[in-house]
């Protein structure tokens, strides 16, 4: 796309950086993406800690690691420019979920390109770069691309010798997906450090649609683990089947009990938190394109839940998902055994307003109307004997979702340094993203304006095998980093 006599000079320059450096970019960004950085594996997650503060300081970004202890270090820096314009917070995390090798086409922790089926070698300096490729490992999207990004953006500034026109803090995270069990910590101990106007939160996918998006809000997560417990060992099941009660079909009633066919929650309160979309959120939600239909096609999805509702305005309502469910193994392993026990794992997604805590003890009281006895871990012979229906649960409490406000100075620069990366001009405001991210605690803490810029493509398999990133988002990122890094937003 060539650039108008209107385009920035930060864009203008952000494009032609990718362009002439692009086979630059994607090799960096392959060793970064190369670092195994599961968030349990403390010595993949400091070692891309250490190259994340690398790349910093390759580009003349003063850092510090921040550590606590049993926790993933904290990489930061600061971007000084002067006292009298505003100070911008910029966030991502370097951590990664699990992988199962056996899934993947391509080794997780290698940077495998492909334009389509067609596995390719990265590009040597000066070839072009198609932006319909993609390159594909694990957290290329989730969430290594916006800390990519950011020191590429740095590159394109400084070779037409722009300079960043906001105080810039960074915060790079090793603990995200495991629900970020030392953000808050972090936080409070280094308020000083971290105070910004400001704070972006750079995660999560663009727009279904393709176009670029910006989130004013997220769900928070809480989790829950159920095992539902029957004989003290696994029975015959022609000898005991039909006799013993069986754990399984035990769970199989409880979970049945909290949720309709149309898939609205049947637990008491679980609804009663919620806040309906403001005057200003309803006229975005209405601006948002006609995606739907396209999207359960693409999916394989004949209908949607929700009563008519759209996917916006679920995300309204907290979820209650089955994210694992166990109670003995199937296929050729399945065994003909009455099982001891069985096991689901549950997350909720929840909106703003909604405790995680509160909401937990509701699902915790349900289990209790529908007749078991709620202990604490295993339960003994005792426990079985003068219960009868037993359970126990784990509760992961993680943290709160939350919303602010799109019609404020913040959130018009940053909706005008989108639509001046994006290669259409246009831009979708979201008031709020289905997945969650930590952002309540910016919010809580820090007491600063927290705003979502995703870069990454919808369909990046994020969470799953085959996790990949489409070049041109990548591009998109440089540009997006490019434009906020040289907003003129003064702060409200």
């Known amino acids: 796309m060539e650039d108008l006599p209107s385009t920035p000079p930060a864009i203008a320059a952000a494009r032609r950086w990718t362009s002439l450096r692009g086979s630059d970019i994607l090799g960096e960004f392959g060793e970064l993406v190369s670092i195994a950085n599961v968030s349990s594996d403390r010595a993949g997650v400091e070692a891309t800690a250490d190259r994340v503060q690398r790349m910093l300081e390759r580009r003349g970004v003063p850092t510090r690691t921040l550590t606590t202890p049993g926790g993933a270090p904290i990489v930061s820096g600061r971007i000084e420019v002067a006292d009298d314009v505003p100070t911008i917070g910029i966030y991502a995390h370097y951590d990664g979920q699990p992988v199962d090798e056996r899934q993947w086409r391509t080794p997780p922790f290698t940077a495998s390109l492909f334009a389509g089926d067609e596995e390719l070698r990265l590009p040597a300096s000066g070839e072009v770069i198609d932006p319909e490729w993609r390159l594909f490992g694990r957290s290329t999207a989730d969430d290594k691309a916006p800390i990519q990004a950011l020191v590429s953006a740095l590159d394109a500034l400084a070779s037409d010798s722009i300079a960043p026109t906001v105080n810039v803090v960074l915060l790079f995270e090793g603990e995200e997906e495991i629900g970020s069990p030392n953000l808050a910590s972090y936080l409070r101990d280094h308020d000083e450090w971290f105070a910004a106007d400001m704070w972006l939160i750079c995660d999560g996918p663009v727009h279904q649609s393709s176009l670029p998006q910006i989130i004013f809000g997220a769900r928070g997560i809480a989790q829950i683990d ?5 004989p003290t060992r696994p029975l015959h099941s022609g000898h005991y089947g039909n006799w013993v009660p069986s754990p399984t079909w035990d769970l199989v009633q409880l979970l049945a009990s909290m949720r309709a066919p149309d898939g609205s929650v049947l637990i008491d309160g679980f609804y009663d938190d919620v806040v309906e979309p403001s005057p200003s959120e309803r006229a975005a939600i209405a601006a948002v394109p006609d995606y739907e239909r396209g999207l359960l096609d693409e999916l394989g999805v004949a209908s949607a839940e929700g009563d008519g509702e759209t996917l916006i305005e679920r995300m309204y309502r907290p979820s209650l998902n089955i994210r694992g469910l166990s109670g003995g193994p199937v296929g050729d392993a399945a065994a003909n055994v009455l ?10 997604r929840l909106p ?18 529908q007749g078991f006895v709620v202990v604490d871990g295993e339960p003994s012979q005792v426990d079985r004997l003068a219960n009868g229906k037993t359970a126990s649960v784990r509760l992961d409490p993680h943290y709160g979702g939350m919303r ?23 831009v979708v405001t979201m008031p709020t993203l289905g997945g969650s991210v930590p952002i309540i605690h910016f919010d809580e803490i820090l007491g600063a304006p927290t705003i979502i810029v995703p870069m990454a493509n919808h369909d990046n398999n994020q969470h799953d095998a085959n996790e990949n990133l489409r070049v041109g988002n990548l591009w998109y990122g440089v540009r997006l980093m490019a434009a906020l890094l040289t907003m003129g937003y003064r702060p409200g």
Do not use: F, K, M, N
Request: charged share 25%.
């Open 404 to 426: 602010v406000g799109i019609d404020t100075p913040e959130a018009r620069a940053v909706l005008e340094a989108a639509a001046a990366a994006s290669d259409t001009g246009e």
């Open 339 to 348: 099982p001891e026990s069985a096991t689901v794992s549950i997350d909720v």
């Open 226 to 230: 159920i095992t539902v417990y029957g």
């Open 352 to 369: 703003a307003h909604h405790d995680p805590h509160v909401v937990l003890g509701r699902i915790v009281r349900h289990i209790e109307r």
